[in-house]
């Protein structure tokens, strides 16, 4: 039998007077709480330090010859004309563009052929092979000028464009190839083999499955490799002698000389120079994001 003092309740202790308040955790400010000036002013600082450099380099190319003044008025184009007629940009701008393909689809191609036999075959020295193309990227291009210019030389390509693309393509390989092999891991390998229970070989369900979805991996190490063949000076400094053959980065060094420095025409120069780069990070922007995210995550 269950008795009233039983099913009672127990009396809850009173809390002392001299006890102290509990005190609550603070909680930290979450990105989106956080002052919006404390964003915007360091950002605004960097953004000034990163843009005075280009305003001088546009301050010199569009202001007259001789002028001190800090605004580019009255504004003049004659250092571009100068330095694309008088000091044959023209041509230099034409090699270049002509380097800068020729690597793209050479590095694009030999760097597909060989990420996908990396990401998609075993063989017995493919960790000696992947370790091999780790440590060339460790081997500054200064080591390769003499064995390539003794190659060259023995070839008779010597001051021609084709051994710059060659030594371009060279350079730009190990880095290419383990991108695109990461990038060709993450793509399913089902994929390949529904494609050839259907009917299709390996290269057509490789061109029709798996190629479509390398496009972002492509544009990256396309772009990466026009970049670097676009800047590069010491390659075409050491193989092309005659000045019909030079391109972009040894053009403006011709505009230096020991005595003086045109700085209007090397600013204009280096304007002409910066303009390829600018456009082409500027359209695949999207692209090269997400192909160096995705061929840097390992599948």
């Not at 001299?18 to 600082?45: C, F, M, N």
């Not at 000696?128 to 060339?136: I, P, R, V």
């Not at 023995?154 to 390989?173: D, K």
């Not at 390996?202 to 798996?210: E, G, H, K, S, T």
Request: aromatic share 14%.
């Amino acid at each position: 039998m269950i008795t009233k003092e039983a099913t009672a309740p127990a009396p809850v202790p009173a809390r002392a007077d001299h006890e102290p308040p509990r005190q609550t955790k603070k909680r930290r400010p979450a990105w989106d709480e956080v002052p919006r000036w404390q964003i915007y002013l360091p950002l605004g600082v960097y953004l000034v330090f990163t843009l005075i450099p280009f305003y001088w380099i546009l301050l010199f190319a569009l202001r007259p010859a001789g002028s001190t003044s800090l605004v580019p008025w009255p504004m003049t184009f004659e250092h571009f004309e100068k330095v694309w007629t008088d000091r044959s940009f023209g041509t230099f701008f034409e090699n270049s563009v002509y380097v800068g393909l020729a690597t793209l689809v050479m590095t694009t191609l030999v760097a597909l052929a060989g990420g996908y036999a990396l990401a998609r075959f075993d063989f017995k020295v493919k960790r000696a092979f992947m370790l091999a193309l780790l440590c060339s990227q460790f081997v500054p291009g200064a080591l390769l000028l003499v064995p390539l210019f003794e190659i060259f030389a023995e070839l008779q390509m010597i001051n021609s464009l084709g051994s710059v693309i060659i030594a371009e393509t060279v350079f730009q390989l190990p880095l290419s190839m383990i991108l695109i092999s990461n990038f060709i891991k993450n793509v399913p390998y089902s994929l390949e083999e529904a494609a050839w229970v259907d009917g299709c070989g390996r290269m057509r369900a490789f061109l029709v499955v798996v190629l479509p979805l390398l496009r972002p991996g492509l544009i990256a190490v396309g772009s990466f490799a026009f970049v670097h063949s676009w800047n590069h000076f010491l390659f075409a400094l050491m193989f092309l002698n005659n000045q019909d053959k030079q391109t972009i980065p040894v053009g403006l060094n011709t505009l230096m000389s020991a005595d003086s420095v045109d700085l209007g025409a090397l600013a204009a120069g280096g304007i002409i120079a910066a303009v390829p780069v600018v456009l082409v990070f500027a359209f695949i922007q999207k692209w090269l994001i997400t192909g160096f995210s995705a061929g840097a995550v390992k599948g």
